[in-house]
């Protein structure tokens, strides 16, 4: 599936819940079932700060793939985190620049969830970005 | 519904489709008519210049911003106008306070002393001023309840203590600390008391020569007035002791290339244009905020109602609830402060969470934040009990 493809399968299924409640419902299903991220791994150079919520993201190359994994003490954001890494990870750093992540305005998370510089999904994005370009 | 519900319009609206139930008063509260009026009245007809000019209109914003100084030297009990310097708010208070006392009277080697239950705003200014002379800044610890740890006041002061800065009642705690005491244990010592009254002023009634400080400082637009105003009441003797922070426009006595003077009090202290339509609206501010009492029994209601949700721990707690405001914190096992708030919000209820601009107070309960839902006497039972369904479903929906 391409990035794109994966994109609109999100927006297709999130679409499915009309009250913010519901995709909040979904989000924390998501958050839940994401794979275990290693205690080890929570270091402060992987943790991107915010007065509410706390997000570790790690990233390894495999071949020309980024692989990205992550974690969050809050588990809305980790439904988000999951959702991020569902379309992003296992992605060339060219295919990761070349978009423009706007799947998250589309589903509305990001005009609800990041009026404050509190909330970690703007730095997120602006790392998984940085890390594609670090390996362009 | 209370009497006061129809002065506050932000309160007929609805967020989601849902009323808005507005429980984020610590952090500021909603505007009255009254201040709304006040604010585009003069915006619409009396706008010009402050104190500079001989025309009508500048007289007229000159009186309204006169006005509300001796609207708040009565209403805080200060022995004098000229002792009320208005500001931005009490961040700006607490900063000039930091920088003029810090000029004036702070060497190497002395010694300043905060408590752990303050506001970033009552913390920073002074490691400021402690990092710029080379003082040191000692903590005034909390108890496991919440309240200052008096006890341990006299063995951190000592002949090298030149200040001391406390909330009146902390952003987080609510619990009012009992500043007479602090006074008389500090200028017992020879030091200055400055208090910062950003959420006491809301509750309190403040008599700033009763509760003996020398400096108190608060902001308009969490009782009712006006955002971007504020106050630093300090004592005449040491304020004309103390240099200004900022020099400009009608701050001067008489400017030469050999030297300036400044002007008296209060304008030593206010360079340049001020808030010439904030300031003004102190008055119909402080109107409301006499007008209106915070029902008890609603912060009885929650105060013991919070305690009864397993998992939930509440910081500042108090054996006499006249001692706490109602502000609320408090953390749920397994409910991320950040999810019950973005959750709550879509049921309409307006909190405040994460670390309240309060980081070393977050370390010592040892939680990387809190969830906040703060009072105001136009907030009324209906809503309590609608804030405490939400939070119960919240956590449901978390667990």
């Given at each position: 599936m391409t990035l794109k493809e994966k994109q609109q399968e999100i927006i297709d299924d999130f679409s499915l819940y009309e009250e913010w409640l519901d995709k909040y419902e979904y989000l924390i299903e998501l958050g839940k079932s994401l794979e275990g991220f290693p205690e080890g791994k929570k270091t402060d150079d992987r943790l991107i700060k915010g007065c509410q919520s706390r997000v570790w993201l790690d990233c390894e190359k495999s071949g020309d793939k980024l692989i990205f994994t992550a974690d969050s003490d809050a588990i809305i954001t980790k439904g988000i985190i999951s959702l991020l890494i569902s379309v992003?990870?296992?992605?060339s750093p060219k295919e990761i620049l070349d978009d423009d992540f706007s799947f998250l305005d589309t589903l509305g998370l990001k005009e609800n969830l990041s009026p404050t510089r509190a909330n970690g999904l703007v730095s997120m994005i602006a790392t998984i970005r940085a890390k594609a370009a670090e390996n362009e | 519904m209370n009497d006061y519900r129809n002065d506050f319009p932000q309160l007929a609206r609805t967020v989601y489709g849902k009323p808005l139930v507005y429980l984020d008063n610590a952090a500021t509260s909603l505007r009255p008519l009254s201040v709304i009026s006040c604010w585009d009245r003069i915006s619409s007809e009396s706008t010009a210049n402050l104190h500079r000019a001989v025309h009508r209109v500048a007289v007229e914003a000159t009186d309204a911003y006169e006005a509300a100084r001796d609207a708040v030297k009565d209403f805080i009990g200060a022995p004098a106008r000229e002792e009320i310097i208005f500001t931005s708010g009490a961040t700006h208070s607490l900063n000039l306070a930091a920088w003029s006392l810090g000029e004036a009277f702070i060497k190497e080697g002395d010694e300043i002393i905060v408590s752990e239950a303050e506001h970033h705003s009552n913390i920073v200014p002074w490691q400021m001023l402690c990092s710029r002379k080379g003082a040191k800044l000692r903590v005034l610890p909390v108890s496991d309840s919440g309240s200052l740890r008096l006890d341990l006041l006299p063995g951190l002061l000592s002949e090298r203590t030149r200040i001391v800065s406390v909330c009146h009642a902390s952003n987080v705690l609510g619990l009012v600390n009992p500043v007479q005491e602090i006074a008389a244990m500090v200028h017992a010592a020879g030091a200055l008391l400055v208090v910062d009254g950003a959420q006491g002023i809301v509750h309190q009634n403040v008599d700033v020569q009763a509760l003996g400080c020398d400096f108190y400082a608060f902001s308009g637009h969490k009782m009712y007035g006006a955002p971007g105003t504020g106050v630093l009441w300090g004592r005449r003797e040491l304020l004309e002791h103390m240099p200004p922070m900022f020099g400009g426009g009608e701050m001067i006595g008489t400017v030469r290339w050999s030297g300036t003077t400044y002007a008296p009090l209060p304008q030593k202290f206010e360079a340049g244009t001020q808030n010439i339509s904030g300031t003004p609206c102190f008055v119909p501010a402080i109107g409301q905020t006499r007008k209106m009492q915070q029902d008890e029994e609603i912060k009885e209601f929650i105060y013991t109602e919070l305690q009864r949700i397993p998992g939930l721990r509440l910081f500042g707690t108090a054996d006499d609830l006249g001692q706490k405001l109602p502000v609320f914190s408090f953390a749920v096992e397994g409910a991320h402060h950040e999810d019950l708030a973005l959750i709550m919000d879509k049921m309409g209820v307006a909190l405040r969470s994460g670390q309240m601009c309060a980081e070393p107070l977050m370390d010592r309960f040892g939680v990387t934040g809190m969830l906040r839902a703060s009072f105001a006497p136009y907030n009324t039972m209906q809503e309590a009990e609608y804030f405490l369904s939400s939070l119960r479903k919240a956590i449901t929906m978390l667990k």
């Open positions: 992003y990870s296992g992605r | -």
